[in-house]
């Protein structure tokens, strides 16, 4: 059914469904009120209204359909990573020409010089702002890539095309024309740090300062999502299905200017599996296999955050408790335990002041509610036994008003193979920093998607000293596979910003620190490859598989690190020796 409504609206519930083993037709003929999307070939975003969709819970609605909230991963650079003897090369002419690097992000100040040609003309191709109501309800674009999109049209925001950015850049109140700003400043930076021009006098350049820029410029998440996972009002949070959106918008962008695409993403969950099978993680894979496609994906910051913990239970052990530290100001938060397949577990809780409960059943029939009288605390604990993507047990917990101090969740095993299991607490910015575990591992800490296999995920260093950002997101991944794959400058790093300190060009600067930062250095790499083989005719089938198998053969190794490196990767982001490798 053709969505009429704003579906971007509180008004409406939204759930990622799949294609393949959903009549989408009968889907909508159930809900009447309900509308839908295609995401992709895959999976499609169903809008249902609120009134017909509450109560949400995991027992309701399968785990998988539920979109998971992600957040920002951020709190001299380019001669560190082989991209300033690359740009200066002149025989090479490498500078990201013919190429879009595409952001889905907090959006972009379009009025910054550096997103600019040297006439004056915007580089921007296209903004997709989620926020802006469409005058006339629905965008609509050419065809898309067969077999990857399935039609045109996106149903909610607005689309300002490069001809709209050039008008609002030559009127005297360019917000009047093209009102798209970043209050955040998140998207400009890492934007600026990927694609930005060289500057007036020169104290900046991107790393590939003559690409083509599309940006999507994601809504915050809906109020009944926040709440279904208890996250507060102030944090910064997108919705998994927006971003998913946001991948189809420039995919449709791509194929509208026939130009190879190179995606940044700089956000991240805790939430999901680990190994890159969540829907977006999966749509990610798809199209990771499109020739002149790629993707570029932070590790995330959650090392020193104290939120994995690494369960072993032996054979002989009745269960194991994982002991848990709650702020005093914790309003709740939704933890999940994930198995290895096959096996199975089953918990139960030891309180603050003593109250114990028992080990719960399986049950994959309904969610538990768990009450604690002396606390005032309610858990609800659902038992996924094999979830949709990965096939592997999950228990999701979600903790309402729980009371501060050491909580115990006594870990049982149902099905004894290895006895190893994971945890995962919510992101930084979704729940208190007082809110940890006592006994941490700093492993298996890359955030989704960022363990998606066929991504290029990149993790940050210091490129001043050495050394690996403090925060940077340890690999492997759930299921040992290499992850990060590489890392790049992400500390104290030089970029545009909102606000700041003015350059001798005039223009705001400010300094960052954080993955996403490493990861856009990576995909302005990644842009300058895709110039030399798919524009310039070298390499007519890249995608991002060779892309990220070129960056790993250049990249710095340091000889007293065994590699693979769970974490540094294959090594530091060299990109002129990968351009050197090119020829061997």
């Known amino acids: 059914m053709e969505c009429q409504k704003n579906v971007a609206s509180e008004e409406f519930a939204d759930f990622i469904i799949s294609n393949n083993t959903y009549d989408l037709d009968g889907v909508l003929k159930d809900n009447t009120g309900a509308c839908a999307d295609y995401a992709d070939s895959q999976f499609s975003i ?37 991209i300033i003897e690359t740009i200066n090369q002149p025989v090479l002419n490498l500078r ?17 010089p550096l997103f600019r040609h040297v006439d004056g003309r915007s580089r921007i191709l296209g903004i997709w702002d989620q926020n802006l109501p469409s005058e006339n309800g629905t965008n609509e674009l050419p065809p898309g890539i067969p077999g990857f999109t399935v039609n045109d049209t996106i149903i909610y925001g607005t689309e300002y095309t490069s001809e709209q950015i050039n008008l609002a850049l030559a009127s005297e109140q360019p917000l009047s024309v093209v009102p798209s700003i970043d209050e955040n400043g998140h998207g400009t930076f890492i934007a600026g740090i990927a694609a930005g021009s060289e500057s007036e006098n020169s104290d900046f350049i991107g790393v590939a300062p003559e690409c083509n820029i599309a940006v999507v410029k994601l809504k915050e998440s809906k109020k009944y999502l926040r709440d279904f996972y208890c996250i507060q009002d102030s944090a910064v949070a997108y919705q998994e299905n927006d971003i998913m959106m946001g991948i189809k918008y420039l995919a449709l962008v791509s194929a509208r200017y026939r130009m190879p695409l190179v995606i940044c993403i700089g956000l991240g969950t805790n939430l999901g599996s680990h190994e890159g099978s969540s829907p977006l993680g999966l749509l990610l894979r798809r199209a990771n296999l499109i020739t002149g496609f790629a993707s570029v994906v932070a590790t995330g910051n959650e090392v020193g955050r104290h939120h994995h913990f690494l369960g072993n239970i032996t054979s002989n052990m009745e269960y194991e408790d994982v002991e848990l530290l709650v702020g005093t100001d914790e309003k709740g938060f ?10 199975l577990y089953t918990v139960g809780f030891v309180s603050p002041g003593g109250q114990v409960i028992q080990r719960l059943p399986l049950d994959s029939e309904n969610d538990t509610l768990v009450t604690f009288t002396l606390e005032n605390t309610q858990i609800s604990v659902h038992y996924g036994i094999s979830e949709q993507g990965s096939g592997s047990q999950f228990i999701m917990m979600r903790f309402v008003s729980p009371t501060h101090g050491i909580w115990r969740i006594r870990v049982y095993n149902s099905l004894y193979i290895t006895g190893s299991y994971h945890m995962w607490l919510p992101i930084t910015g979704f729940i208190t920093e007082h809110t940890v575990f006592l006994n941490p591992d700093p492993f298996t800490t890359i955030t989704e998607p960022g363990n998606t296999y066929s991504s290029i995920t990149v993790g940050a260093y210091n490129h001043r000293d050495g050394s690996l950002y403090i925060h940077t997101g340890y690999g492997f991944n759930r299921v040992n596979f290499l992850k990060p794959n590489l890392v790049a400058p992400g500390v104290d790093v030089y970029g545009p910003g909102i606000s700041g300190v003015l350059s001798e060009s005039g223009i705001p600067m400010t300094y960052q620190s954080g993955s996403s930062i490493a990861a856009a250095h990576v995909a302005g790499a990644a842009a300058v490859l895709m110039s030399w083989g798919i524009v310039q005719g070298h390499n007519l089938s890249m995608n991002s598989a060779s892309i990220k198998t070129y960056l790993l053969r250049g990249a ?22 990968s351009i050197l490798r090119l020829r061997e």
């Open 556 to 577: 710095d190794r340091n000889p007293a690190y065994i590699y693979p490196n769970r974490e540094w990767g294959m090594g530091v982001l060299n990109l002129y020796q």
């Open 96 to 112: 990201g020409q013919g190429t879009i690097i595409g952001f889905i992000d907090t959006g972009i100040d379009y009025r910054n």
């Open 46 to 82: 169903l809008y249902v209204p609120m009134e017909d969709a509450v109560p949400i819970t995991t027992h309701k609605y399968k785990y998988f359909f539920i979109p998971k909230l992600y957040t920002l991963l951020d709190t001299s650079s380019l001669e560190a990573s082989g």
């Open 334 to 343: 939704v933890m999940e335990l994930w198995a290895s397949t096959p096996e």
